[in-house]
DNA sequence: CTTTTACGTCAGCCATATTGACATATTTCA
DNA sequence: TGAAATATGTCAATATGGCTGACGTAAAAG
C-alpha cells in the first residue's frame, strides 16, 4: 500500500498546488494535536462531574484572570458570539460561580466577577493544567520553562501577539477605570 | 453537585498543603490555548471553502498518514464512537478524498485509503501547518526543533506515549532519531 | 432629544459528539 | 457444521457549543 501511495504521489508531483514545500512535519503537527488533546482532558473530566464543559470552564478562566471583566472584553477574548456566550455565562451566573455587577462609571457595563466558589474552581482547573506542565517540563534535561514560553508564543499569529501578551502577563483591570 | 464541590475544595486545600502547588501557570496554560487555537485555524479556514470541518480534517489526516487503515483503528486513533466516524467518513467516500476497499484476508474490514484528490488536500492542510512551525521555531535563537519534540511528547499522558510515538514514528521512543 | 452603546433575548440552524439498539456479513472455533 | 465472536453499518434520540438575524431596553454621549 505504501508503493501504491508512492506511485501515485510520483505521478501528481506536476500537479501539486503551490502550497506543497518540502517534507511536512507530521511529527510535529500529530504531537501537538496530542498534547493538546491530554492537556484538557485534564480539566474535562473535572468539570463533567459538576456537569460544566469546555465553555464554562473558558468563561470561569478568564473571568478568574481578569476580575471585573466586562461582557464585550470576554467576547473578543473568546472570540464568540454573545448568543454563544450567553446560556453558558447564565449557567454559571445561576449556579453561583461568577457574579455580575454593574460598572460604578458606566452602569450599563456587566462587569464580572468570580465567586468564592468560583475562584476555588478556576485555581483547581489551573493547579491541574499547571501539574502537567510541571511534569512535562520536570522531564526534560534542562529548565525548559522559558525555551517553552517562548516556542508556544512564536506559534500564535504575530498579529495577535500584542493581544496575547498584554493578556497573559498585563496589568489587571482594577488599574484600568 | 453540593456533595461534589466540598470533596473537591477539601481535595484542593489538601492539595495546596501537602504537594506545595506553587502559582498556577497562567501563562504557559494560556499560551497553549491561544497557540492550539491559532494552529487549527489554518485549516480550517482552507477547509471551510469545501464545506468540511476538523472532524473530516482528522479522519482524512489519519488515513493520508497510514493508507490501509481500518476502522476500528481509526475509531481507536480519534477516540470517538462509529456513529461519530460515520457521517464525517461517508462525506468523505461520497466526495471522493477517501475510498474504502475490502480487506484481502478479511473480508469484513473495510480498509480505508485517500484518493488522489485527497492525498493532496490532505497535505496541502499538512504543509499548512508545518509552514506554521517553521515559521515558529526559525524565530528562535538556537534549532528549536528537537526541544520543541520533546517538550510536545513530555506533555502527553505517559501512558499514551509509546502509542503516540509508534503512531507518529513508526517505532518505540527509545529509536526515535 | 436623538443617537450610540452595552447588553439581553427569542427563534432557528448547523456541526460534532454521545448512547443504545439492532442488522449483516464474515471469520473462528468447539 | 453450527455457534460465537468480530467488523462494520444504521436508525433514533440527545447534548453541547457554536452560528445568524431580529428585536428590546437601559444608560451614556452628542
Known sequence: MDQALQAHSQSHKAAQ???????????LIELFFFAYRDFVGDADR???????GRAHHRVLHFVNRQPGLMIAELLDILGITK????????????????????GVTDRRQRLLFPTPKGHRLAMDLSDLQ???????LGELPTDARGPAIDFLLAMIDPAERDRVCSLVWGKSREEKS
Chains 1, 2 share one sequence.
Do not use: M
Open 46 to 52: 473535572l468539570l463533567e462531574d459538576i456537569g460544566f
Open 17 to 27: 498546488t503551490s502550497a506543497e514545500v518540502s517534507a511536512p512535519a507530521f511529527d
Open 130 to 136: 499547571s501539574r502537567r506542565f510541571e511534569r512535562a
Open 83 to 102: 448568543q454563544s456566550l450567553n446560556r453558558v455565562l447564565k449557567e454559571l451566573l445561576d449556579t453561583g460561580y461568577v457574579e455580575a455587577r454593574a
